[in-house]
């Protein structure tokens, strides 16, 4: 994947979850969403890494928010 096709795809993920979690602000989606992409820096396939950060970012904030 394009590192272009990359970041809007990440950009997406971070609307989307947003719009999942609105109680959470936006700029903690980010954050996370970035901190969870960095885990893949080395990585050299990168088609999934979107999805891969979307359900890990998911995850992390339903865990959150079921507290």
């Known amino acids: 994947m394009p ?4 970041d809007k795809a990440i950009g997406e993920v971070v609307d989307r ?3 999942k979690f609105p109680a959470v602000e936006r700029e903690r ?6 901190t969870h992409k960095s885990q893949f820096d080395e990585a050299a ?7 891969l950060v979307e359900h890990q ?3 992390e904030l339903s865990t ?4």
């Not at 990168?46 to 999805?51: A, E, G």
């Not at 959150?64 to 507290?67: A, K």
């Open 17 to 19: 979850i947003a719009e």
């Open 45 to 51: 396939v990168r088609d999934f890494v979107p999805v």
């Open 3 to 6: 590192i272009e096709d990359e």
């Open 29 to 34: 989606v980010q954050e996370a969403v970035e």
């Open 57 to 59: 970012v998911t995850d």
């Open 64 to 67: 959150q928010d079921g507290d």
